[in-house]
C-alpha cells in the first residue's frame, strides 16, 4: 500500500510515520483506482496482495498507480 508523505515525514519506517501520512491524498488514490480502474481498496491505510491475485492484477495496479503518480507532478 502507498503511503504519501506529509508532516515532515521523509520515510515510512514504522506505523507512527505511516499515521502521519497524507490521508487526504490516500483517499484520492483509493477513489481514483475504483472509479477509474476498478481496483477496490478497503479504506484506510491497508491493503494486500496474495495469491488470489494474479500477475494481470499486479501489472494492473503497477499501470493505475503509476498513473495517479503522473496526476501529481
Known amino acids: ?3 504519501f508523505l506529509a508532516n ?3 520515510e515510512i519506517k514504522d506505523a507512527s510515520d505511516a499515521a502521519k501520512c ?3 491524498l490516500l ?3 483509493h477513489f481514483e483506482m475504483i472509479a477509474r480502474d476498478g481496483i477496490f481498496f478497503l479504506p484506510g491505510k ?3 496482495i496474495s495469491y488470489a491475485h494474479n500477475k494481470s492484477d499486479i501489472q494492473d495496479l503497477i ?3 503509476s498513473r495517479f503518480a503522473a496526476l501529481l507532478k
Open 1 to 3: 500500500m502507498p503511503h
Open 22 to 24: 497524507n490521508s487526504d
Open 27 to 29: 483517499h484520492q488514490y
Open 63 to 65: 499501470e493505475a498507480s
Open 8 to 10: 515532515g515525514v521523509t
Open 46 to 48: 491497508l491493503g494486500a
